[in-house]
């Protein structure tokens, strides 16, 4: 599984991004594709999951409500709306696979994806 992210950008507080993730590869149908972020001098944290198969997602609390994940089939791409944007949202972005399991919470842990696109930086500006 080969990912490529895209779509970060510089934006003001309350301003809105739509991040990209263009998979290829592999048949996704048994893989959920997520996104992660890593602000500077942070650890990279879950920010939303979404299985290929059947669009079940997953978002992290400080996001629930403001971003959107979603996937296109056709375009084999994830996308991540981002809306409400504050400052402490700024992080470098990172797109990622892992298996599709029956646990939800399996896909909050980062060491259980195992295929990571490169990273795309988000700024929010206050």
């Known amino acids: 599984v080969q990912l490529q992210a895209s779509g970060g950008g510089k934006v003001q507080t309350g301003g809105s991004l739509r991040l990209s993730c263009a998979a290829s590869g592999s048949a996704f149908g048994d893989y959920a594709l997520g996104w992660f972020r890593q602000a500077p001098e942070k650890e990279r944290e879950f920010v939303a999951t979404?299985?290929?198969?059947?669009?079940?997602?997953y978002y992290a609390d400080s996001v629930k409500g403001r971003f959107t994940i979603s996937r296109d089939r056709t375009k084999k791409t994830v996308y991540l709306q981002m809306g409400s944007l504050k400052p402490e949202d700024t992080a470098v972005y990172y797109c990622?696979?892992?298996?599709?399991?029956?646990?939800?919470?399996?896909?909050?842990?980062?060491?259980?994806?195992?295929?990571w696109g490169q990273g795309t930086q988000v700024t929010v500006s206050s």
């Open positions: 990622a696979a892992t298996r599709r399991r029956a646990s939800g919470s399996y896909y909050y842990t980062i060491p259980n994806y195992s295929y």
């Open positions: 979404i299985t290929w198969s059947d669009s079940r997602t």
